[in-house]
């Protein structure tokens, strides 16, 4: 099993940062694809951003490209995701995901990942 912790949610006004951190406990290894997703109420989980560890490949969604990074410390097996120019359409729970067989071709796809987090909320405010 997989344990995955969200840290760093909070509320901030649009145009400023945040950073949030997904640590991962128990069976991970190198192999793993961590992501991270977001929902907003009433609305479909989103994708937002992925890593390989293998390789240290990113991913973006669309809507987050260019003001969202992606980084990992494979050694402690921590994700991290620096949010900039902040939006109160980035409003939303943000999960966290790990995966140790996903292909790239599903990496976006919030089914196609076996483990999550319980979620942090991020507040965006006008």
């Known amino acids: 099993q997989v344990q995955l912790v969200e840290s760093g949610g909070g509320l901030v006004q649009a145009g400023g940062s945040l950073r949030l951190s997904c640590a991962a406990s128990?069976?991970?290894?190198?192999?793993?694809?961590m992501g991270w997703f977001r929902q907003a109420p009433g609305k479909e989980r989103e994708f937002v951003a992925a890593?390989?560890?293998?390789?240290?490949?990113?991913y973006y969604g669309d809507s987050v490209k260019g003001r969202i990074t992606i980084s990992g410390q494979n050694a402690k097996s921590t994700v991290t995701l620096q949010m900039n120019s902040l939006k109160p359409e980035d409003t939303a729970v943000y999960y966290c995901?790990?995966?140790?067989?996903?292909?790239?071709?599903?990496?976006?796809?919030?089914?196609?990942?076996?483990?999550w987090g319980q979620g942090t909320q991020v507040t965006v405010s006008e």
């Open positions: 995901a790990a995966d140790p067989s996903i292909i790239t071709a599903s990496i976006r796809n919030p089914h196609e990942y076996a483990y």
């Open positions: 890593i390989r560890w293998i390789g240290g490949s990113t």
């Open positions: 128990g069976r991970t290894s190198s192999r793993f694809a």
